[in-house]
């Protein structure tokens, strides 16, 4: 079937160090997203690639990585430098960058910083 | 501008009654205002989503209700069901580039 697998579903992290969220999609969709989930915060967009080996900062960026190297990937590192990174994180895509498509949803993946 | 308000945080609602969240925006670019569903552990879904040059769009038992001049939208549930307890989340967006969302309602559906 057709979609957006994230994993791991679940992840614990130290203190200090980096971790890298998986997000693959086989819908053929040329943008993918990262957000992060906050209790009463909505979703707040990291950064977003609408093309192979290019992507942009979203609102808060600060402290994580992502890399565009193929158009069904789209890996997100939350690194060391983020302050408060316990979060669910989503990873999103759309058929089209720009004019039309629908945002389509990975399961999410929870990180919890021990 | 960008933000996108949402009230209320949280609803709860007897089966067979009538769920209203409501939303308001300031940015006047937005042209497409979609809402999702979200139930625990699970990402988001689309729901039914509207343009500005339309004032209401009905799915089923969902209804969006857009006021262009006092850049509001709302999402009516009529006949709730227990099945509808979830997260929503209002969304406005241009050209579908930086999907901007509120902060999300909490609705519980009692049996």
């Known amino acids: 079937d057709g979609g957006i697998t994230q994993s791991p579903k679940y992840l614990f992290r130290k203190e200090g160090q980096n971790v890298t969220l998986s997000c693959e999609q086989n819908l053929n969709h040329d943008a993918m997203y990262w957000y992060r989930q906050d209790p009463g915060q909505g979703l707040r967009l990291i950064y977003y690639?609408?093309?192979?080996?290019?992507?942009q900062k979203g609102d808060i960026a600060e402290g994580y990585s992502v890399s565009r190297e193929k158009k069904e990937s789209f890996p997100l590192t939350v690194t060391s430098a983020q302050k408060n990174p316990t979060a669910f994180y989503l990873c999103?895509?759309?058929?089209?960058?720009?004019?039309?498509?629908?945002?389509?949803f990975g399961e999410g993946s929870r990180l919890t910083v021990l | 501008q960008q933000q996108v308000k949402q009230s209320p945080q949280s609803l709860i609602v007897q089966k067979g009654g009538i769920s209203i969240i409501n939303c308001a925006y300031e940015n006047t670019a937005f042209d497409y205002f979609p809402w999702y569903q979200q139930f625990p552990g699970k990402g988001p879904a689309l729901l039914i989503a509207i343009r500005p040059d339309v004032s209401e769009k009905k799915e089923g038992r969902f209804t969006i209700s857009f006021n262009k001049s006092a850049k509001q939208f709302s999402l009516h549930i009529m006949d709730s069901q227990p099945g509808d307890s979830a997260t929503y989340f209002c969304?406005?967006?241009?050209?579908?580039?930086?999907?901007?969302f509120g902060p999300g309602t909490r609705l519980s559906v009692l049996p």
């Open positions: 999103a895509s759309s058929p089209l960058a720009g004019v039309g498509g629908e945002l389509f």
């Open positions: 969304a406005a967006t241009v050209l579908r580039e930086n999907f901007v």
């Open positions: 690639s609408q093309i192979v080996n290019d992507f």
